[in-house]
């Protein structure tokens, strides 16, 4: 099973940014996916989380500006940030629950993308 996040980048502060995590490999079904973030020096923390029964949740910090989203025919998780300020740059991974078969689930990471928000 593989991660693909994609879609960091360079933005000006009240810009927005749309990044995706692709998963591909052996996947019997997707349990949840979330997008953590991660500062250097610091923890990495949960920023949004969508599962498979259509719920999702928000750190305090992004709701009303972060929308998590997914596309289940492609098995992409998208994150919408709009309105970003410079406390939103990070480092930005998204991780899986993944059921590989019917009896086992494993969590698996992307790689990070870096979104950088001058002001």
């Known amino acids: 099973v593989q991660l693909q996040a994609s879609g960091g980048g360079l933005v000006q502060a009240g810009g927005s940014l749309r990044l995706s995590c692709a998963v591909s490999?052996?996947?019997?079904?997707?349990?949840?996916v979330d997008w953590y973030r991660q500062i250097p020096g610091k923890q990495r923390d949960l920023v949004a989380r969508?599962?498979?029964?259509?719920?999702?949740d928000y750190a305090d910090s992004v709701k009303g500006r972060f929308t998590i989203s997914t596309d289940n025919a492609s098995n992409t998780v998208y994150l919408q940030m709009d309105s970003l300020t410079p406390e939103d740059t990070a480092v930005y991974y998204c991780?899986?629950?993944?059921?590989?078969?019917?009896?086992?689930?494993?969590?698996?990471w992307g790689q990070g993308t870096q979104v950088t928000v001058s002001s």
């Open positions: 991780n899986a629950y993944i059921w590989v078969d019917a009896l086992n689930e494993y969590a698996y």
């Open positions: 969508a599962t498979s029964g259509g719920s999702t």
């Open positions: 490999g052996n996947i019997f079904r997707i349990n949840s």
